[in-house]
């Protein structure tokens, strides 16, 4: 067994990363809830949205807590046209084509990417990239704690929006009962795009915490994918409080296993626990119906 | 004449003519096309067979590619074995892979997309085995040792290459049209359309879905154990990585899912179309796979039924207008 003294460092880096993985898992289950697709070019979006991050620092010397506001809206913009004009036109109707498409979409940003920006790994370094704080005996970088309160704060806007806008409760309605929606005179097609524009709009938000800790490179979003789908499926598909505490748990396990298995067969906790979950408690384990 | 013989007669065409062109063409560029052509055929082949005749899609058929790219050379390198005493057991290991993965996503009905993302974390968890250990080689991968000729299952010229991926290829043209005319086939296509009504009629849809996926995953585990033998190496990455399972994926798209020549005809056209890029924007990496992505949206948006999908429509409007 390990000393606490090197346990709550890592369980307090992992909650920092969690939060990260929850903002992504946010926008990837209000996707899921609404349109009731897997976006599986939710990785790939990331990837765009930290490339726009880094591109905005380096070319503009724009503070990525700054291109918020400049990310946030592009992303919104990016996710509304993508499913209006592309993913919405190619369903048919089958489950299985949005998630071909949304693959297709997948591999064609992560190669434009190559083509654009070549394989390399790039990092921004800002004046705090170095600095930690203390945190009750665990250092953590200044990046990774600002960006976990941002995530909350921004998860609590996006929850506020769900409560109490109209276009919340028209995704809400749109969620529960599609035809009823219509009946009611809500623009289905319309919703559909905002949902998945938030969807982004999160990862817009979730690029501009997480740049300044991490790095970007054109492949970067394959590890969030599965990471989110993990969170998604664990915290119950659709849930907004399911991803918020399933991204903290797996940010946790994730930095914990990797502490007690290593480096290289760490990562493996997540997919073990994702296969788990899929296989004995599909319904998550905060959802209630499957 | 019953069909499964007047099926024949194409695939001994095809099989003629593939084997004629080393004697036909001389250039080295031509020969590797058609090698990677029919390699990139028998992936396509092996996911066409679960997802186009069963109606499970894997996104992660690389782990299958990677078990028998791994058992191939592991075999070579750590016991010493023969190639053509490795290459059967690459196969059984990528089948019991496949009645592995199988027996847990099947069995607790892991259907659709939940089915896609478990296959994609199985390939994951298997790339960081392969990644951690030494018997793999870990991070540096595997190298097979150089040694030429038809007793180590390497060849001087591509010719030789081209022969084994071909045997494999026509095998594979042979499971098609077994599963078209088969009662096994008929099974599991009723599975694919309806598992409910097919269960409802007598078929164990279970038995039927591990069957399809213990073939497919030989199928795949055979491209691998030939990309060993073609390219002498093989590390996590490759085996393991996306590359694989989104070529063999849309190949049997572009081709047709769930028809007999469609991975074939796909396949070909994806490596004909990706040679023509190459020599229009020079080899810059990400191009082709760019390509790839854009033809999987269109083709899923504009003809579900991919090209041969596309012929039959054009050969019935023809007949139509007689």
């Known amino acids: ?290 | 004449m019953t069909p499964s013989m007047r099926a024949v007669g194409p695939i001994v065409v095809f099989a003629a003519a593939a084997a004629l062109v080393p004697l036909a063409v001389d250039s080295d560029a031509w020969l590797n096309f058609v090698v990677l052509a029919l390699f990139g055929a028998l992936m396509a082949q092996a996911w066409n067979v679960l997802a186009g005749f069963g109606g499970q899609f894997s996104f992660g058929h690389a782990v299958f590619f990677g078990t028998g790219a791994y058992a191939m050379a592991a075999l070579q390198v750590r016991l010493g074995v023969n190639a053509w005493v490795a290459l059967p057991v690459a196969l059984a290991a990528g089948a019991a892979v496949g009645l592995f993965i199988g027996a847990l996503t099947f069995r607790y009905g892991l259907r659709g997309s939940y089915f896609a993302l478990a296959t994609l974390a199985f390939a994951e968890i298997f790339r960081i085995l392969a990644n951690t250990f030494q018997f793999t080689g870990a991070g540096v991968g595997l190298q097979i040792p150089l040694a030429k000729g038809w007793a180590a299952l390497q060849f001087e010229g591509r010719a030789g290459y081209l022969y084994v991926a071909l045997a494999f290829v026509v095998a594979g043209l042979a499971i098609g049209t077994w599963l078209k005319h088969s009662r096994f086939g008929a099974w599991l296509q009723a599975v694919r359309d309806n598992e409910e009504a097919a269960q409802a009629l007598g078929v164990d849809a279970y038995r039927v879905k591990l069957g399809a996926i213990a073939i497919s995953g030989a199928m795949m585990a055979a491209a691998g154990a030939f990309y060993v033998q073609y390219l002498h190496y093989i590390d996590p990455a490759l085996a393991f990585g996306p590359h694989y399972s989104v070529e063999a994926l849309v190949g049997a798209l572009v081709g047709g899912m769930g028809t007999v020549w469609g991975p074939v005809v796909g396949a070909f056209a994806l490596h004909l179309l990706s040679d023509a890029t190459r020599n229009a924007f020079g080899d810059v990496p990400g191009v082709s796979l760019m390509i790839y992505g854009a033809l999987l949206v269109l083709i899923v948006m504009f003809a579900p039924r991919g090209l041969v999908g596309l012929f039959a429509a054009l050969v019935s409007k023809l007949r139509d207008s007689k």
């Open chain 1, 1 to 290: 067994m390990l000393e606490l003294s090197i346990l709550w460092p890592s369980i307090a880096n992992g909650l920092a990363t969690g939060a990260i993985y929850a903002l992504v898992a946010l926008g990837l289950t209000l996707i899921y809830g609404v349109l009731h697709i897997i976006n599986f070019a939710h990785g790939a979006a990331l990837m765009v949205a930290l490339y726009g991050v880094q591109l905005l620092f380096t070319r503009y010397g724009v503070d990525p807590y700054a291109a918020l506001a400049v990310m946030v809206p592009a992303m919104f913009g990016f996710g509304y046209l993508l499913q209006r004009l592309v993913i919405g036109r190619a369903s048919h109707g089958k489950d299985e084509n949005i998630l071909l498409v949304t693959l297709g979409i997948a591999i064609v940003l992560e190669n434009l990417a190559l083509v654009l920006f070549t394989a390399d790994t790039r990092t921004i370094e800002t004046r705090w990239s170095l600095a930690t704080i203390d945190v009750a005996g665990a250092f953590i970088a200044v990046p990774k704690a600002i960006a976990f309160v941002g995530v909350l704060a921004a998860a609590a806007i996006l929850l506020a929006v769900m409560a109490r806008t109209d276009l919340g409760r028209a995704i809400r309605a749109l969620a529960k009962e599609r035809q009823g929606a219509k009946l009611v005179g809500i623009d289905v097609e319309h919703v559909f795009a905002m949902s998945f524009g938030i969807g982004l709009a999160c990862l817009g938000a979730a690029a501009c915490f997480l740049l300044p800790a991490y790095y970007v490179n054109p492949t970067v979003g394959n590890g969030f994918v599965l990471v989110a789908f993990t969170i998604v499926v664990l915290g119950g598909m659709g849930s907004f409080a399911g991803a918020l505490l399933g991204g903290l748990l797996i940010g946790v396990v994730e930095s914990v296993s990797g502490l007690y298995l290593g480096e290289s067969l760490g990562q493996i906790g997540i997919f073990v626990i994702f296969l788990l979950v899929l296989m004995f408690r599909p319904t998550g384990l905060f959802g209630s119906k499957a």
